[in-house]
């Protein structure tokens, strides 16, 4: 199993800006990458960015692009997703995703989430 803590959510202003900290723990994977998911009230859960933990590729949703930045530290095994400019509808409980390949097959390991909430 793979472990995750997620932190930094809270309230913020628009236009005004959070960092998210994701820090993973337990089992490894030789390939995996993780990234971040938000679900707002009444919506399905959506992708906001990952990052591979190979080569660093990164990955963003078109609403967040130019706005949010994905960055991972490899020695303390944690992921950031910096959110700048944020905007009312980026309001939602924001998922830490942990993806793992083995076995030819990738493994889902979700956080707790964490809730952002941006007023107008």
């Known amino acids: 199993q793979v472990q995750l803590v997620e932190s930094g959510g809270g309230l913020v202003q628009a236009g005004g800006s959070l960092r998210l900290s994701c820090a993973a723990s337990?089992?490894?994977?030789?390939?995996?990458?993780m990234g971040w998911f938000r679900q707002a009230p009444g919506k399905e859960r959506e992708f906001v960015a990952a990052i591979t933990w190979s080569g660093g590729s990164t990955y963003y949703a078109d609403s967040v692009k130019a706005r949010f930045t994905i960055s991972r530290d490899n020695a303390k095994n944690t992921v950031y997703l910096r959110m700048n400019s944020l905007k009312p509808e980026d309001t939602a409980v924001y998922y830490c995703?942990?993806?793992?390949?083995?076995?030819?097959?990738?493994?889902?390991?979700w956080g707790q989430g964490t809730q952002v909430t941006v007023s107008s």
């Open positions: 337990g089992r490894t994977f030789s390939s995996y990458a």
């Open positions: 995703n942990y993806k793992g390949r083995s076995g030819g097959i990738w493994i889902d390991y």
